[in-house]
């Protein structure tokens, strides 16, 4: 990937990879071990070298990345992103009822519901199987239509076009064909062990459709899981285009898991991974307290996470002096709550680098009577002291099923990514930067 062009039909091929957390994080794993990266476990000793490049991971579902500085360490390029979707989880496996087989699912995040109904669905995630040494995890993925989530019929709910409640317990859960099939076994046989050997399962529904281009010109796209796997891919694709050419300046990459319910777990913008990666670069660098403030300091965190475009059905959910439209640039996420992180003074930075990237920008803000919501930024700022940006770009039908974006925008973001990490980057006082354009 590194000095390639970016590619539309590649980002597809990662959103499509992209069916669980553990399958989007592997799949940005093989993109770094592709361009050289080492793994390195949490769990082992690590030997650093100047210019190394390395990556770990976290639960199998985050993943951290990053280029080791050359020299004294005087500051860092970040972005982070996250890998999680909204979707059912899979509680309880191979029931039955009237003449089903069944499985019982419980929602992650806050989807629309309506999207799930009457698609074919496949199940996605991770078996924990036991070995001779104890436990290990295999990723899982039929790629075919197991399940579906069955409307019910306009005859028996008159009402379904005046409005629905649905309740998840009841309308939302699943059918994977007639009783008598079993689940476990097609993922036991999926993953190449015996049922008996499968300790646990951490297991997701996703939907069977690819990424494709959409549009009279093929100039939109419709995938699952856009929100945020189009961030993480093309950050990704910034930060692999990295030169290392600024002595002292160390490269980082994340993609956090668990945005969509809360952030709030050991792997997630919450918890410690980025800081705890951070110490252990900076202790085989002999960095002094001191110099680590200084360093983070000196940095811009971009935060990517997708927005809301205006929708042409409803142009009145936007703010409408402030429209944000696809195909037509990055945009820059504000809000007075401090939900997203950019402040002017960010904000004018990362301006400036889309503007050495011949990259437009768009401001994102919610009306003034609608709460909005967050993302990574202000979260993650608990953790890591470093002045973030909340970027993206504009999306429609966030958190469906089948989500819709353009991809012009992905093209923006991507080149927008790459001209920051080849930007120098330095706060000689607070409220003024100094950047190498």
Request: proline residues 1%; charged residues 25%.
């Given at each position: 990937m590194q000095n390639e062009s970016f590619s539309i039909d590649k980002m597809f091929d990662f959103l499509n990879a992209g069916v669980s957390a553990f399958h989007s994080t592997a799949a940005a794993a093989a993109i770094l071990e592709a361009n050289g990266y080492q793994n390195c476990p949490e769990s082992a000793e690590w030997h650093l070298v100047p210019g190394g490049r390395y990556y770990t991971t976290r639960n199998g579902t985050a993943i951290l990345a990053w280029r080791m500085p050359k020299g004294q360490l005087?500051?860092?390029?970040?972005?982070?992103?996250?890998?999680?979707?909204?979707?059912?989880?899979?509680?309880?496996?191979?029931?039955?009822?009237?003449?089903?087989?069944?499985?019982?699912?419980?929602?992650?995040?806050?989807?629309?519901?309506?999207?799930?109904?009457?698609?074919?669905?496949?199940?996605?995630g991770r078996l924990l199987v036991r070995t001779a040494e104890g436990v290990e995890s295999r990723l899982v993925h039929p790629e075919r239509a197991l399940a579906c989530i069955p409307n019910l019929c306009i005859h028996f709910n008159c009402e379904a076009n005046t409005g629905v409640n649905y309740n998840p317990q009841v309308d939302l859960q699943p059918i994977f064909g007639a009783e008598g099939g079993s689940l476990k076994a097609v993922l036991a046989a999926e993953a190449g062990v015996r049922e008996e050997e499968i300790l646990a399962t951490d297991l997701v529904l996703c939907i069977t459709e690819k990424a494709q281009r959409m549009g009279l010109q093929g100039e939109y796209f419709m995938s699952g899981r856009i929100d945020d796997l189009e961030c993480a891919y093309t950050t990704l694709y910034g930060f692999l285009?990295?030169?290392?050419?600024?002595?002292?300046?160390?490269?980082?990459?994340?993609?956090?898991?668990?945005?969509?319910?809360?952030?709030?777990?050991?792997?997630?913008?919450?918890?410690?991974?980025?800081?705890?990666?951070?110490?252990?670069?900076?202790?085989?660098?002999?960095?002094?307290?001191?110099?680590?403030?200084?360093?983070?300091?000196?940095?811009?965190?971009?935060?990517?996470?997708?927005?809301h475009a205006i929708h042409p059905n409803h142009p009145e959910k936007s703010d409408l002096k402030l429209p944000v439209n696809m195909g037509s640039g990055i945009i820059l996420k504000y809000n007075a709550r401090q939900t997203y992180t950019t402040s002017g003074l960010t904000g004018a930075a990362f301006t400036a680098i889309c503007e050495k990237a011949g990259v437009p920008v768009q401001v994102f803000a919610n009306r003034a009577d609608v709460a909005g919501g967050s993302t990574l930024g202000n979260l993650l700022g608990r953790q890591i002291l470093m002045p973030m940006v909340d970027i993206g770009v504009g999306q429609l039908a966030m958190h469906s099923?089948?989500?819709?974006?353009?991809?012009?925008?992905?093209?923006?973001?991507?080149?927008?990514?790459?001209?920051?990490?080849n930007t120098p980057i330095f706060q000689p006082q607070d409220g003024q930067w100094k950047l190498g354009l």
């Open positions: 005087t500051g860092w390029h970040a972005a982070a992103s996250h890998s999680d979707s909204p979707t059912w989880r899979i509680k309880t496996l191979d029931g039955a009822d009237h003449g089903f087989a069944r499985a019982e699912v419980e929602g992650y995040g806050g989807m629309l519901m309506s999207t799930w109904f009457d698609r074919p669905l496949s199940v996605a285009q990295g030169r290392g050419e600024e002595e002292g300046r160390g490269d980082v990459w994340v993609m956090f898991d668990n945005e969509e319910v809360g952030s709030s777990s050991r792997q997630g913008a919450q918890g410690t991974l980025m800081a705890d990666v951070l110490t252990r670069i900076e202790e085989q660098l002999g960095v002094t307290k001191e110099q680590s403030i200084r360093a983070r300091t000196n940095c811009l965190l971009l935060s990517a996470d997708n927005g099923a089948m989500e819709t974006a353009s991809c012009r925008d992905a093209e923006y973001l991507a080149a927008a990514c790459a001209a920051y990490y």
